[in-house]
């Protein structure tokens, strides 16, 4: 036999040998865990309140207009789509789409809401700003005027401001009202999107 082969053979057998001296001695007992909570019955999950099930009335899919005073004085009106589906029964998403100013526009923004705060909550995201728009609000006292708040960068000096809609939803028809600036004082209407409803 050569040299390498008994090498390689002494070499396997002393593995082996170590492994079955390994094995063959008892490992260390270790006292059983238990995770925090353990045998306690979960948590039960929570049940979609009356204010979410107004959230999901906007699902479906609507086309309308959108109209901007972001150019100047004179209106810019464009069509406009969006997409509204739920997420569970707590939560909306949105899509929405058009041609804004000659380019294309897509968004997308969540809606839901808050028992703890009392509060709706939302976000807003698009491919037109880099910025982040975490929103929130409540109903006014008509009962049918959805009123979210939230601070964005103005275009033109890049400063965060703060905006707020004002949406009214029926069964067939949306109208959202944006405003920026101080909601007691001096502020501005920048934009209106108008939707009905084609899904039913």
Not at 29 to 45: D, F, K
Not at 117 to 146: I, K, P
Request: one cysteine or more; charged letters at 20%; glycine letters at 10%.
């Amino acid at each position: 036999m050569k040299a390498a082969s008994i090498k390689t053979t002494t070499l396997l057998l002393l593995l082996a040998s170590c492994a079955s001296t390994a094995s063959s001695e008892e490992a260390p007992q270790e006292a059983a865990q238990e995770l925090p909570g353990a045998g306690e019955e979960m948590m039960a999950m929570p049940e979609p309140t009356p204010e979410h099930a107004r959230v999901l009335e906007g699902v479906g899919r609507w086309t309308g207009t959108l109209t901007s005073w972001e150019a100047g004085p004179d209106p810019v009106q464009m069509e406009a789509t969006q997409v509204v589906e739920a997420v569970g029964g707590f939560w909306t998403v949105c899509t929405m789409t058009c041609d804004f100013m000659g380019m294309p526009y897509k968004g997308n923004g969540h809606v839901g809401y808050d028992p703890d705060r009392g509060l709706f909550v939302g976000d807003w995201v698009d491919n037109m700003s880099a910025a982040f728009a975490g929103m929130e609000g409540s109903y006014l006292e008509d009962g049918e005027t959805l009123r979210m708040r939230w601070q964005a960068p103005d275009w033109m000096t890049g400063k965060l401001v703060d905006n707020w809609s004002d949406t009214i939803q029926t069964a067939t028809t949306q109208t959202s009202t944006f405003y920026r600036g101080d909601e007691q004082g001096e502020h501005q209407k920048v934009m209106e999107i108008t939707m009905t409803r084609v899904d039913g």
